[in-house]
């Protein structure tokens, strides 16, 4: 018999996924969680200011959020500056260091990637990274985000 659990599969494959990168990140002297090296990634873009802009885009409610900022802020890699208009607000943008540890972080994730696509043909991916997008489509409509 099959386990037709999806919803069960798919957070079990997610929890293994998330356990191994930040094993793997940790054995590699990197100094970030892959929840961490995300928000780096994001900062590095440029276009992300406030905490808000950062909760909504990594999909974790504020308070996850801000104990996330706090130990990236605490080693060195963000700093939080007040909001020129808006005390209340607060923008986060990365550092030099901050920098350097998500291209350290990058180069292991793309291993993990690597090793996760190991062992499928092109279009095996294809069609699984198919199905992984259809749910985005199909709960991003449900939470009016289309």
């Avoid at 940790?26 to 905490?51: D, E, N, P």
């Avoid at 900022?69 to 939080?80: I, N, P, Q, T």
């Avoid at 972080?105 to 092109?122: L, T, Y």
Wanted: aromatic share 8%.
């Amino acid at each position: 018999m099959t386990d037709d659990r999806l919803i069960f599969l798919i957070f079990t494959a997610q929890n293994k996924l998330r356990t191994y990168l930040n094993n793997a990140l940790a054995a590699a002297g990197v100094r970030v969680s892959y929840a961490q090296a995300g928000i780096i990634f994001l900062l590095k873009q440029g276009s992300i200011g406030t905490m808000s802009d950062l909760s909504r885009l990594i999909g974790v409610d504020n308070s996850t959020l801000t104990g996330l900022v706090d130990r990236l802020e605490k080693a060195g890699f963000v700093a939080r500056q007040a909001s020129s208009t808006d005390r209340r607000s607060l923008s986060v943008r990365i550092t030099p260091e901050g920098i350097a540890e998500g291209e350290k972080a990058k180069a292991i994730i793309r291993g993990v990637n690597a090793e996760v696509k190991e062992g499928f043909s092109p279009e095996e991916l294809e069609s699984f990274k198919g199905v992984l997008r259809s749910f985005f489509d199909k709960f991003d409509k449900q939470e009016g985000r289309t």
